[in-house]
């Protein structure tokens, strides 16, 4: 079921690939940017990382919590040096998709499909080929990528659910709900 703003934030705890135990209520009274991505080995989620770490210390200042969720375990996330290079922000991995289930994040080969008419797969592939990231034979081909934005008080403000595999909330409403430029 997908989450509607105005809801309290479903709460989970998990742990990063640093092996912190990692509860989402604890960020509350900040705002939070909770991303969902595919796997370590997805070009376009990856290369929307790389987008948003150049951004990093901004967001540091601006106070604004980033959680990163993963289809891969953390053991794979955390042997990709890209991925280790996300700190402080912690990256979760869920392969079993407990945390993607709770907040209602889908699973479409039609939005997988849709992704060849609407995104530019080649030019994601070149973008993030010089990471040199592991493969996950055990990823979903068809996860569709999901973002919300959760304020001060654990209400959802947005919830974005992708179109396609490349499709995550448009880059400058990511910064205005931040608070940077």
């Known amino acids: 079921m997908k989450l509607q703003p105005g809801i309290t934030a479903p709460d989970f705890v998990a742990k990063d690939i640093e092996g912190n135990e990692i509860k989402l209520s604890d960020f509350s009274g900040n705002r939070i940017i909770l991303s969902f991505y595919r796997n370590v080995n997805c070009p376009f989620c990856n290369r929307r990382v790389h987008q948003i770490m150049g951004h ?73 080929a010089e990471l040199n990231l592991p493969e996950d034979k ?14 001060e008080n654990f209400n959802i403000v947005k919830a974005h659910y992708g179109k ?6 448009d880059i400058e409403e990511f910064k205005s709900f931040a608070g940077i430029n």
């Open 56 to 128: 990093n210390v901004r967001l540091q200042n601006a106070g604004v919590q980033l959680v990163f969720l993963f289809e891969s375990p953390n053991e794979k996330l955390k042997s990709s040096v890209f991925h280790q290079g996300i700190s402080p922000w912690p990256l979760i991995g869920d392969p079993d998709r407990k945390i993607y289930n709770a907040y209602g994040v889908e699973k479409s080969t039609l939005k997988m499909m849709r992704t060849m008419f609407q995104s530019s797969l080649g030019q994601a592939k070149k973008d993030t």
């Open 138 to 151: 055990d990823a979903k081909m068809n996860l569709i990528p999901a973002d919300f934005f959760i304020d």
């Open 164 to 169: 396609h595999l490349d499709d995550h909330i």
